[in-house]
């Protein structure tokens, strides 16, 4: 056949391939979520097998065997004991509570692993939503963020270098931003979740950490699944208040969100490949169906491809440990 256009010659060899690949990943792309609780135990979770809520030294141990490999920055999610959950979430913000401990261990040990801290309140909220409820079960907005600048602040002091509001109330950037400022924690970043959809892909993280709402759902703070314009509204929102880094989660059924998001911003674009995400690779592969790390690989590329910068995934040591590409 007479065919000058044949794109199968980028693809005729190793060395080729390599030569035209559009999309890298490293250890460096990567952020690796960690669960805490109280206590000396190194505790397997069942809802999400591989995964494990740590001491603060279990996990200042496997942070820094993560960072040895190229990570460079965890997220700490905590486990708190009931007793201490309230209706006001004030537990949030205790300068000895486990998430600035944990920060302040794992600051010690490794310098250069940037530490990301979740501010929400769903772990302390006896409510378990991640804002604050008033007695006929409205999620309160501005009251939350008052409460938010405070966590973030408990946060800063102890050393974290990002914080991530994963709470979706509005205003909450432009509010931790003025409160980190005028403490003099110019340095702090912001990664916001701008672009948290309500998602059943939640499902496993809450079991890990318990953190599921007593009562009804978080459809009034997080986005519908259906939307795309309305993240695209979030981001320009987020831009405006000081966000240094835009989020997208869940990452693998929002791609779509990623490249909308990764078109309309200069920021850099994160991405959660939540734990749902997670799971059904761990399910598919322990039933033998599916080959895990190559499922790893191509899912974690194809959140590069659609424009993630960094990736938030329960994979990231053990990707960076055995399966780079
Ligand atoms: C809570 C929070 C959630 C996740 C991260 N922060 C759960 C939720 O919003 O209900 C989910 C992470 C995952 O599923 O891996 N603020």
Redesign the pocket.
Known sequence: MHLPIRPRRNRQSPAIRDLVRETELTPGHLIY?LFIQEGGENTPISSMPGCTRWSVEGLVQEAGEAHALGVPAVVL?PRIPDQLKTRDAAACHADDGLVPRAIRALKAAHPTLAVIT?V?L?PYNSDGH?GLVSDDGRILNDETVAVLQQQALCHARAGADIVAP??MMDGRVAAIRAALDEAGFQGVSIMSYTA?YASA??G???GALD?APKAGD?KTY?MDPANSREAQREAAIDEAEGADILMV?PAGPYLDIIAKLRAATMLPIAA?Q???E?LMIKAGAAGGWIDEAKIVNESLTGIRRAGADMILT?FAKQWAKGWLS
Request: proline share 8%.
């Open positions: 979520p999610f979740d929400a769903d991640d994963s709470d948290k892909y939640y496993p993280f809450r953190s978080k997080q989660k959660y939540v734990s749902g997670y329960y």
